[in-house]
């Protein structure tokens, strides 16, 4: 029912959006729309890890049952961070509003809204920092693009915050290189203080603490999950893999972010994992371990603190150490992968109890993992293809016309973009490009990312994820693309949905279903399905003619 | 000059109007991006409303209802996602009806073609309404079945539940 007080359609249209004379974006208060926010971080949540300010809230309250000197303790935060990071205070100070990042935001671009646009997502937070922390801020105010930091003006940062998906998609065009992610993230930071976060992050990174991944799947679920799909596995190749759990002494530790194990249509890239390790055993004796205990490879903690993610990633890390592994082996996952490239060697110091990783069937050396340990299971596959390790039979993904999206976090965070292609390309024999300013270091996220991926902002998530769905459009129109590869656990969980919405024709896989679907063993039965049970191309007429 | 074959005519001039309309439910920040980036990729939103109110306008105007419905959907399904009440999101049709009469020599038709028109436009609104109520209920529908998924998809790994098997298969 529409609200008493809203204009008639006509008069809705005919709104002049230029702001009065004196009257700027921030005199406007915020407006929490249903489907655009999520659900408020529950108490036991936050309790749970011994952050700040536990209590149940939602974001539509009049009260968020903040601390007394909330405004102090922000503040306090913000200083401290400030001096702890340079590039935060090169980033609050430097910015020149060019406009170049302006529309390269995906939520901007499917919003209309100003306030996603990046300059101005930081704008809401370098407004403040004007006015506490620089002099022409203090004196001079709103005339210098400061502000004080009221409760409306928390209530913006925080909506805005929670719309932005670190994708940095924008710091690619800045030319002063700011990097409005990390401003999303240490912004986030200073909300946690005040024990503002989402319930759908918070409940994750609880249960992960408590038991070891997202959804709190105890260490004998994990197991029973992946005996049920070596049993998938099983019936559509006759081979059933024989995985490893907790072994001691084993030479490796596979780690994957725990939606593959449960969520389809991650649950097929497990089965591939699990088939290419039963391969490789089988083969060369190759000898990995899955752990029930670090069974997470995702890290919500990153979308809360610096602190919590460090917090979490360190299980995979002690893991590891208590088994004796050499080093490790990671899913195919996102943020997983920048947060332990990237930041691991400062959280938590290099693992100097594991060894350079290397590849014990093909000798390569994984150089560029020698600090963190850590190899991704596409670097790794490609490898083995490239040294001819693999039997594999491209033909049984002929069903499927391919596409691959770039997942934020390993191809604009940091240039992976070449071995995934290699690997879809060798199990593969239909692949078609997006156009090229929609891949690759210019990628458009998939509009859940950073813990955005719930149910109720759904609207956020679809707009959001317009601009990919729209390049996936083009090439399914012009190709006849049916599926959509990608090498991140979120955009599995993700995109499916996205598809729905925009392009109902298009399905998402992950890299290793299709090298599941390729992969030829000595005593598999005769196969005449891909891993979801779709029939190969020629299996009906087969299965016809045998009739 | 009948009051279709002035549609047809003016249909540059009159599509240019209802076009800028349309991206006038904008803030004004946004209107500029929208009509100034001509790349489908970059800024998809611009190119849909751009080419689908095209073949919306030609659609209306030769009663082509296969355009019809397929732009309509393709532009409403934007705006569906977007920070619209449900009536400010399918507006721009009554837009139109203005649009057409300021632009031509609206006088000068007679009351049945007005008429005509009139009733035209009022099914065009309805049909908007069902579209947008289509990718709402789209969206409700996408939102439980993520849900009714994930748990399912737990019961039945953790072997809570027995699905009974598909003899056909």
Known sequence: ?547 | MSLVEELKKKSSKILKKWQDSLIASYPEDTQHFLKKEKDKFANPVGYIFKNELERLYNGFVDEDQDKINSSLTEIIRVRAVQDFFPSAAINFILELKEIIKNETNWESFSIEEKEALDKKITSLLLLAFDIYEQCRQKLYDLRVHEVKKHVMGLLKMANLVYEIPDPTK
């Open chain 1, 1 to 547: 029912m529409r609200p008493k007080n809203v204009p008639e359609p006509e008069e809705l249209s005919k709104i002049d959006h230029k702001p009065p004379l004196f009257e700027s974006w921030m005199d406007k208060k915020p407006e929490f729309k249903p489907g655009f926010y999520c659900y408020g971080a529950k108490a036991k949540n936050i309790a749970a890890v011994g952050m700040p300010n536990p209590r149940d809230w939602s974001p539509t309250d009049e009260d968020w049952k903040l601390p007394e000197n909330w405004k102090e303790i922000f503040l306090n935060g913000m200083k401290e961070r400030l001096e702890k990071y340079r590039s935060f205070k090169l980033f609050m100070d430097i910015c020149v509003r060019c406009g170049a990042c302006a529309d390269k935001c995906h939520y901007f671009i499917g919003s209309g809204d100003p306030k996603n646009m990046p300059v101005l997502r930081a704008e809401l937070l370098r407004s403040v920092y004007r006015k506490y922390f620089t002099t022409g801020g203090k004196l001079f105010g709103k005339l210098a693009g400061a502000r004080e930091l009221t409760f409306d003006v928390l209530k913006e940062i925080w909506y805005y915050l929670y719309q932005c998906s670190e994708c940095r998609r924008c710091s690619l065009f800045c030319p002063y290189g700011i990097d409005t992610a990390e401003i999303t993230i240490l912004g986030r930071e200073l909300t946690n203080l005040l024990g503002l976060n989402t319930d759908w992050i918070q409940a994750s990174v609880a249960n992960c603490y408590r038991t070891g991944n997202h959804i709190g799947l105890q260490p004998h679920a994990y197991k029973d999950m992946i005996e049920f799909l070596c049993d998938e596995c099983e019936e559509v190749t006759g081979i059933r893999p024989q995985p490893q759990f907790n072994k001691k002494g084993a030479e490796i530790l596979f780690v994957t972010p725990s939606g593959d194990v449960f969520a389809d249509p991650g649950t097929y890239t497990c089965m591939g994992y699990l088939l290419l390790f039963h391969y490789l055993q089988e083969e060369y004796g190759f000898d990995i371990t899955w752990s029930t205990y670090a069974s997470e490879g995702g890290n919500f903690g990153y979308f809360t603190s610096h602190e919590m993610a460090k917090r979490l990633h360190a299980k995979i890390y002690m893991e590891a150490k208590r088994l004796g592994v050499k080093w490790i082996l990671g899913g195919e996952c996102g943020h997983m992968w920048r947060l332990l490239n990237q930041y691991i060697d400062t959280f938590n110091g290099p693992p100097d109890y594991l060894e350079e990783p290397v590849s014990p069937i093909t000798g390569t050396k994984f150089e560029h993992a020698k600090g963190h340990k850590i190899v991704h299971i596409v670097e790794f596959t490609a490898d083995l293809i490239r040294h001819n390790k693999l039997k594999l039979d491209p033909s049984r993904n002929d069903h499927l016309v391919l596409t691959f999206h770039d997942s934020c976090n390993p191809a604009r965070g940091m240039g992976f973009f070449e071995e995934p292609r290699y690997v879809i390309k060798s199990v593969c024999r239909n692949f078609y490009e997006m156009p090229s300013n929609t891949i690759r270091e210019q990628t458009f996220c998939c509009g859940s990312g950073a813990g955005l991926n719930a149910g109720e902002n759904m609207e956020l998530r679809m707009r959001g994820g317009l601009p990919r769905a729209n390049a996936v459009k083009y090439v399914h129109e012009k190709y006849g693309v049916n599926m959509m590869a990608c090498i991140c656990a979120i955009d599995r969980a993700a995109l499916p949905v996205l598809m729905q919405y925009w392009v109902p024709e298009v399905d998402i896989t992950g890299v290793h279903e299709l090298v599941g679907n390729a992969l030829v063993f000595k005593n598999e039965k005769k196969r005449t399905t891909d891993l979801r049970g779709n029939p190969f191309v020629g299996a009906e007429e087969e299965q016809g003619d045998a009739v």
